[in-house]
Nanobody, 113 residues
Framework: QVQLVESGGGLVQPGGSLRLSCVASGFTFSRHTMSWYRQAPGKERELVAFILNTGGSINYADSVQGRFTISRDNAKNTVYLQMNSLKPEDTALYYC??????WGQGTQVTVSS
């Protein structure tokens, strides 16, 4: 049974940082490209970043380039999203996704003063 469990969200002031984690189980994590998506209220879900199974190729949405960093630890079956210089427009429910198209339940990030 595939499980993707996100954590690390919360309320943070503009300019602050958060580190999201997504712990995977039920599939061979090291063989999968892993992605982070987000969905803000009233908006479509959008791709934030993805990382290939070896960690050798990474891509980011233009809106987060230079502020967010995706990484993975295949020994821990975990993918991370380090988010720095957060802006109110980063407020969203953040999800991870594996190469099969399975989703986690999401973790809420709210950027507000």
């Amino acid at each position: 049974q595939v499980q993707l469990v996100e954590s690390g969200g919360g309320l943070v002031q503009p300019g602050g940082s958060l580190r999201l984690s997504c712990v995977a189980s039920g599939f061979t994590f090291s063989r999968h490209t892993m992605s982070w998506y987000r969905q803000a209220p009233g908006k479509e879900r959008e791709l934030v970043a993805f990382i290939l199974n070896t960690g050798g190729s990474i891509n980011y949405a233009d809106s987060v380039q230079g502020r967010f960093t995706i990484s993975r630890d295949n020994a821990k079956n975990t993918v991370y999203l380090q988010m720095n210089s957060l802006k109110p427009e980063d407020t969203a429910l953040y999800y991870c996704k594996n190469g099969f198209g399975d989703w986690g339940q999401g973790t809420q990030v709210t950027v507000s003063s």
